[in-house]
């Protein structure tokens, strides 16, 4: 079974540029989340979707960061423009949609974000 | 409020010692509990979560951790370290039931701890 595909794996930008990352979830996880892991934390929630309806952006900075999953499949999480803070890794996943919250969620390899 | 506590930034055990990772938690009603492993510049690899059931969950690696409801831990364990065990690892809590749109549904993480398995 294929896990969560994220690309580019590593990114160097100047302040103020812009980047995006993309996600392609295991096949048949209808949510899908994108997480913030700065070095030396756990990995923090910006948002999760459930097909392609946002469940959870409350944590997003949305003045800057923006995520969609148009077909409810794939997903881009967008950073425009990127502030120093911003370097961390920036990590992709999925797990099945059910009644209860006990589903395993699935990460991926992880973009590294490197503002300079 | 749902956190999760790493009290320790490094344990170093020797190979072949029993090792204990530990992990306090904090969360509304009964928790749903996980823990994940780091590799250097990988993603989170699932190690074993906490439904329901036993105390004692065993995953993968030979890892095991034991859910204490009356100390609100859920230690990570294994019987006898691997030098391949060196790695970060996180605890994360998760409330049960949520409704679509409530944030109980999100995945709280401690801040990891490096485990290092020397020779």
């Known amino acids: 079974e294929a896990g969560v595909a994220q690309s580019p794996r590593y990114k160097i930008i100047e302040k103020r540029q812009s980047v995006a990352f993309w996600c392609n979830p295991i096949?048949?996880?209808?949510?899908l989340y994108w997480y913030q892991q700065i070095l030396g934390q756990g990995p923090k929630l910006l948002i999760q979707?459930?097909?392609?309806?946002?469940?959870?952006d409350s944590q997003l900075p949305k003045d800057r960061f923006s995520a969609e999953r148009l077909k409810g499949v794939d997903s881009t999480l967008k950073i425009q423009p990127a502030k120093l803070e911003d370097s961390a890794v920036y990590l992709c996943?999925?797990?099945?949609?059910?009644?209860?919250?006990?589903?395993?969620?699935?990460f991926g390899e992880g973009s590294w974000l490197t503002v300079v | 409020a749902q956190s999760v506590a790493q009290p320790e930034d490094q344990v170093n055990v020797a190979e072949g010692n029993p090792l204990t990772v530990k992990c306090t938690y904090s969360?509304?009603?009964?928790?749903?509990l996980f823990w994940y492993v780091q590799y250097p510049n990988r993603g989170l690899q699932f190690l074993l979560k906490?439904?329901?059931?036993?105390?004692l969950v065993k995953g993968s690696y030979g890892f095991e951790a034991e859910f204490n409801k009356s100390q609100t831990s859920f230690h990570l364990k294994k019987p006898s370290a691997l030098v391949s065990d060196s790695a970060l690892y996180f605890c994360?809590?998760?409330?049960?039931?949520?409704?679509?749109?409530?944030?109980?549904?999100?995945?709280?993480f401690g801040r990891g701890t490096q485990l290092t398995v020397w020779p």
């Open positions: 996943a999925s797990s099945l949609v059910g009644q209860t919250s006990g589903n395993t969620i699935y």
């Open positions: 096949s048949g996880h209808a949510t």
């Open positions: 979707f459930q097909n392609n309806g946002v469940v959870d």
């Open positions: 969360v509304s009603g009964n928790p749903y």
């Open positions: 906490y439904i329901t059931g036993d105390n």
């Open positions: 994360a809590v998760r409330a049960r039931n949520y409704d679509r749109g409530s944030t109980l549904g999100r995945l709280y």
